[in-house]
C-alpha cells in the first residue's frame, strides 16, 4: 500500500490517495468497508487505485444463471473467481491490466449529488482518454465511457449514510477476451476496447493514475 502525494484538494476536498498495486478482490472490498466506516467516523477520505487478479464480480441485479456465458466451474478451473457484490450494476470483469478507482468520499457532506458524482467519474476519464488522444464518450443509456462505440470504462456504486463505496473500472492493458465470459452490464451485445489497444502502445498504469487524479480533482473543485 502506497501514499501517493499525500493529501489532495483544498481543506473542503481533503483527501489520500492510495496506490494498493494488485489487490485481492475481497481483501480490497473488507478495506473499502474500514475506509467507509472511518470516514462515517470523520476521518480523512481516501481514493484507492488498485489491479485485481482476474475475477467477475456480480452486482445485486445480477445472477449467475442470466449474466455468465460460461459455467462457475469453468472460470474457478481458469483461476476466475466469482464474486457477488454490493455495488450497484450488474456483471462486470477485473483483471491486471486494469485500473480500478474506488473513490471513497463524503459526497453528502461535501455536497454532491449522486447523479454529479457519476458524471464526475466518467468525465474524469473521458478527459484523461482525451489527453492521451483518445477522444472518448459518455454515455447515459448504458453508463460508461467509449470510444468508437466501444467501452473502455465501466462504473458501478453504492452510497450509505452519505458515503460512496466502489467506483471506476478502466481497461487500459487487460486482456479483453475474458470479457466474452460474461454479460458486461447486463447486455449481449456491449463490445468493449483498452486504451492500449486504441493507441497501439503500451500504457504505464501508475501515469494514467497520476493524470487521472489531477484531473479529478480539478473538477472536484469545480464544485
Not at 11 to 37: C, P
Not at 178 to 201: H, M, T
Request: hydrophobic share 40%.
Amino acid at each position: 500500500m502506497t501514499l501517493l502525494g499525500g493529501s489532495i484538494g483544498p481543506m473542503k476536498f481533503d483527501y489520500d490517495v492510495i496506490d494498493l498495486g494488485l489487490s485481492d478482490y475481497k481483501k480490497t472490498l473488507k478495506l473499502q468497508g474500514q475506509y467507509h466506516k472511518g470516514v462515517l467516523s470523520g476521518q480523512k477520505p481516501v481514493v484507492l487505485f488498485v489491479e485485481h487478479p482476474s475475477v467477475i464480480t456480480l452486482g445485486p441485479r445480477a445472477s449467475i444463471e442470466q449474466d455468465l456465458v460460461v459455467s462457475e466451474s469453468s472460470l474457478k478451473e481458469n483461476g476466475i473467481e466469482v464474486f457477488h457484490t454490493d455495488r450497484g450494476g450488474e456483471a462486470t470483469l477485473h483483471s491486471p491490466g486494469q485500473l480500478v478507482i474506488y473513490p471513497i468520499l463524503p459526497i453528502k457532506l461535501w455536497g454532491l449529488k449522486l447523479r454529479d458524482y457519476v458524471q464526475l467519474l466518467l468525465s474524469t476519464t473521458s478527459k484523461t482518454f482525451f489527453e492521451y488522444g483518445a477522444p472518448a464518450d459518455i454515455q447515459t443509456n448504458n453508463p460508461g465511457v467509449y470510444v468508437e462505440g466501444l467501452k473502455v470504462a465501466f462504473v458501478g456504486l453504492r452510497v450509505e449514510r452519505g458515503v460512496v463505496r466502489h467506483g471506476v473500472s478502466i481497461n487500459l492493458t487487460n486482456d479483453l477476451s475474458l470479457f466474452n465470459k460474461i454479460k458486461p452490464c447486463g447486455e449481449d451485445i456491449v463490445k468493449v476496447n483498452s486504451l492500449s489497444n486504441i493507441l497501439e502502445a503500451p500504457v504505464v498504469l501508475s501515469e494514467f493514475s497520476s493524470l487521472w487524479s489531477s484531473l479529478f480533482n480539478e473538477g472536484l473543485n469545480c464544485y
